[in-house]
């Protein structure tokens, strides 16, 4: 089944007189939590900080791409060491979830969400919720630019060019979220013997794959690449940081994510990993994410979305579909074509 994402309600995120909606914890809550967070780090330590403030309960937070932490939360099935996967690309949440390595929640919240967000949690079977959305893309260093001479760049083919050799940068799609929706874009929009003609011959421009998914970003704002292919609010934050940089909708079309949640199956304090889970879906713990310079579009319909965030209603959004490139199969399929296709490339 395919998600139908309403592009209105998707950029909207608008506020529906919910912004005063406080989230009523028990004062008795305590104890412990285990966090696996995905995005990134600069966005959960506040997170993990606001969430400890409002409950008592002292949160172990690791920091892991979506990939790894899909990895890891596997690795642990017969002894769960985590309570809470919060955030990451949506289709390793999917993975986890048909692997049975999340649990089902329906949390009270979920009337409250985008519809892009309760879908993301339907065709899980409520083992997985969408918590945020945002476009992929790519940014480019404006002065690097402007010393090759070369037009901007303004689609996919642009960066196959001769005069981006080893200028681009994109993380490796095994460990990274954000890579491996670009791999499943690029399926989508040009079909696979194109797409993966395309991703052999961009290997031949890539300087590097990195293992997190929004390093590329920050290497185009510091000029260690000209180009970096991340998720385009990755290179926004860039831009408010006042880099040299300009982010790039690609012509073509583009596919997007829905960010993730899930309850690790066996997690060790589940009564406080449902608590994480309501309290993240509220607008303010959503507002969170704006304030750390993360400007992805939030799924509360009462949160505001930040004002930096990409429009996608501008965006040429292909319609991702999730529920095959979430799948196991298909995502360990194209992994292992692309180890054995484009990562082992000369
Ligand atoms: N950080 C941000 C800001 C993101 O939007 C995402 C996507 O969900 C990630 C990190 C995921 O990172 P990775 O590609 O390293 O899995």
Not at 282 to 303: D, L
Request: glycine residues 8%.
């Amino acid at each position: 089944m395919k998600i139908t994402v309403s592009l209105q309600a998707l950029a909207s995120g608008a506020a529906f007189g919910l912004a005063g909606l406080m989230w009523a914890v028990p004062a008795s809550a305590s104890g412990e939590l285990t966090v696996y967070c995905s995005v990134q780090e600069e966005w959960c330590r506040p997170m993990v900080q606001a969430f400890e403030r409002e409950t008592g309960i002292k949160v172990n937070m690791t920091r892991k791409s979506s990939g790894e932490t899909l990895a890891q939360i596997k690795a642990e099935a017969a002894n769960p060491r985590g309570d809470v996967w919060w955030g990451g690309t949506g289709d390793p949440h999917l993975q986890a979830a048909e692997e049975d390595l999340t649990v089902e929640y329906k949390s009270p919240m979920l009337d409250q969400l985008q519809p892009w967000a309760v879908s993301q949690a339907e065709q899980s079977g409520h083992k997985t919720v969408g918590i945020y959305a945002g476009a992929l893309g790519y940014s480019f260093n404006t002065e690097m630019l402007a010393s090759t001479g070369a037009p901007e760049p303004t689609c996919w083919s642009d960066l196959l060019r001769e005069e981006f050799r080893d200028e681009v940068q994109v993380a490796n799609p095994n460990s990274s979220g954000t890579s491996y929706t670009m791999v499943a874009t690029l399926v989508q929009l040009m079909g696979e013997d194109k797409a993966f003609e395309y991703m052999k011959a961009l290997h031949k421009n890539i300087n590097q794959y990195t293992k997190s998914g929004a390093a590329p970003a920050r290497a185009a704002a510091t000029g260690e690449t000209l180009i970096g292919i991340t998720f385009q609010h990755d290179g926004v934050t860039q831009v408010v940081q006042g880099a040299p940089v300009k982010v790039v909708s690609p012509c073509e079309g583009t596919g997007y994510e829905i960010g993730s949640m899930s309850i690790i199956k066996g997690a060790p304090n589940m009564d406080n990993a449902k608590k994480w889970y309501d309290w993240a879906l509220t607008p303010a713990a959503q507002e969170i994410g704006a304030s750390a310079n993360s400007f992805q579009v939030p799924s509360n319909k009462g949160a505001k979305a930040p004002e930096q965030a990409p429009d996608l209603s501008s965006v040429k959004l292909i319609d991702y579909d999730f529920a095959k490139y979430g799948s196991s199969a298909e995502r360990t399929r194209l992994l292992t074509k692309w180890d054995a296709e484009v990562g082992a490339a000369p």
